[in-house]
């Protein structure tokens, strides 16, 4: 993979799930813009995981979310699992650091400790709203005098630290995908840096981490862009330079609402589980971004870094259709290496339990013949199980041929298989034909009959590539089976 040097300090981006769930495919999206912008630029990833949130945040959800973007080719150089010499990477591991700099803000002027309760702000919000007025903090403890400050820190009583948001400032930034954007910092009010728990508040604890682990470039979701001025008036505070921004648009279903389970699957773990291609879901995700033509030629990771370009990304709503998707993942089931396919299913084919029981050469004979018609891997699922087991159905004349006929054609067929030599595809064609001739059936009749006798299925990859790999032992037997029982 090609990478570019850049002169300026070398490119450093970081993605910052909470584990509070699994991999939304809107999360996935951002970290894999990251991943691709590191890529690009020989610059380097971190993985941070925003795990303030005590009550919600779980291991289980931290494994799943670094499995999940594993699975997707989306690798990171710094990160809880692999450590990095700008950790810790975990939120609550540096709670430290931002109690010590919060502090520094206060004897700044900065900050300020605030002794309003829940309910008490709970009932200013409630008020402000009856006036019309936008829900803000109003700045009450802001205006303490320093003996009712330290008095009431004397007293033990719980507070949390509030930012002094400056009067009258104009925030700006521009952005790498939207370009300039304008915040008045009147509009903001002063907001917690230190929960009364102990704990940072997320603006603060990202703007610390971030500049604490040298982070140039922030890329993430445009949900996010309403936190900039503030995150930017915090870097100006610690006087530092804030990191370049690029929001970039959310993902929102058919409907124009943003995706949720509502809309069909959304984790990336469902999408592995259903049988989609970690190459169909990140090609569909720079899809989304206008990155690369979904329609056009099929691209993996090497070509997408080559073709990516931040600020191309597109400004409009990304709009998640699982139709296109399902199509994408179609086209690289039948275009990949047949060694990565198999890769792909193999996990599949040990939940189903069919791999001993063909061995490799059946294994591989049976995907190749089942990739034409699938768009999961999981389609491969009825085609394997043709192989591992027959069924002889009650037999059913609809569609297909009547007892009789059927018995007829069969007979037939399996005494112009016998003369066959070897039943390869070029044998069966012959054998196919013979029986046609004498049996006086053609067309759907016919092959329904042998579809349904030898496979126990009405749909499923062409005759012509089943009959080969079962065989012709296999084929007479099975013949012979459905006999017994029409
Ligand atoms: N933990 C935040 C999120 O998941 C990260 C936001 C950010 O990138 O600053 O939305």
């Given at each position: 993979m090609k990478k570019k040097q850049t002169d300026g300090p070398r490119v450093r981006v970081r993605f910052a799930p909470s584990p509070t769930g699994s991999l939304h495919i809107g999360n996935a999206r951002t970290a894999l813009f990251n991943f691709l912008y590191a890529r690009k630029e020989g610059g380097r990833l971190i993985l941070r995981l925003e795990d303030t949130d005590l009550e919600r945040s779980e291991e289980r959800f931290e494994t799943e979310i670094m499995e999940s973007l594993r699975w997707m080719g989306i690798r990171w150089d710094e990160g809880p699992d692999i450590g990095g010499d700008r950790g810790p990477y975990r939120q609550t591991e540096r709670v430290r650091l931002y109690r010590e700099l919060a502090r520094q803000l206060v004897t700044e002027g900065k900050a300020y400790p605030c002794f309003c309760t829940e309910a008490e702000l709970e009932a200013r919000r409630q008020e402000q709203m009856k006036r019309g007025h936008p829900p803000g903090y109003d700045g009450r403890c802001r205006r303490l005098s320093d003996e009712e400050r330290a008095r009431y820190l004397a007293e033990g009583r719980p507070h949390t630290i509030r930012f002094r948001v400056p009067e009258g400032e104009t925030v700006s930034f521009q952005d790498i995908i939207h370009g300039e954007i304008t915040f008045s910092s009147d509009t903001i009010s002063d907001f917690i840096l230190m929960r009364s728990n102990g704990m940072a508040s997320y603006n603060w604890a990202v703007v610390v981490d971030d500049a604490k682990m040298g982070v140039t470039h922030v890329v993430r979701g445009d949900d996010h862009i309403s936190n900039t001025p503030k995150q930017i008036?915090?870097?100006?505070?610690?006087?530092?330079?804030?990191?370049?921004?690029?929001?970039?648009p959310l993902i929102l279903g058919v409907d124009g609402k943003r995706l949720s389970k509502r809309h069909g699957a959304t984790a990336v773990s469902q999408f592995r589980r259903e049988?989609?291609?970690?190459?169909?879901l990140v090609f569909y995700l720079v899809g989304l971004g206008g990155i690369v033509a979904s329609d056009g030629p099929l691209k993996g990771m090497d070509e997408i870094v080559e073709a990516f370009d931040l600020s191309q990304v597109s400004k409009g709503t990304a709009v998640f259709d699982h139709k296109k998707l399902l199509w994408?993942?179609?086209?690289?089931?039948?275009?990949?290496?047949?060694d990565r396919l198999l890769g792909a299913l193999k996990p599949f084919l040990e939940a189903w339990g069919?791999?001993?029981?063909?061995g490799p050469e059946k294994v591989r004979a049976i995907v190749a013949c089942g990739r034409d018609n699938a768009h999961l891997l999981t389609d491969f699922r009825p085609v394997f199980e043709i192989f591992t087991r027959h069924e002889v159905r009650e037999w059913q004349p609809d569609g297909g041929t009547d007892r009789e006929t059927a018995r007829?054609?069969?007979e037939i067929f399996a005494e112009t298989c016998k003369q066959v030599e070897i039943l390869d595809e070029e044998g069966y064609i012959r054998a196919a034909k013979a029986a046609?001739?004498?049996?006086g059936q053609k067309g759907r009749p016919f092959f329904m009959t042998l579809r349904r006798a030898l496979t126990g299925q009405d749909h499923g990859p062409e005759l012509v590539k089943i009959i080969p790999i079962l065989g012709k032992d296999e084929v007479l037997n099975r013949i012979a089976r459905v006999l017994e029982r029409l």
């Open positions: 008036l915090l870097y100006h505070a610690l006087e530092l330079r804030p990191p370049l921004y690029a929001h970039h049988g989609y291609l970690p190459e169909a994408i993942n179609g086209r690289f089931i039948r275009e990949l290496p047949p069919v791999a001993d029981k063909l007829n054609i069969l046609m001739k004498r049996s």
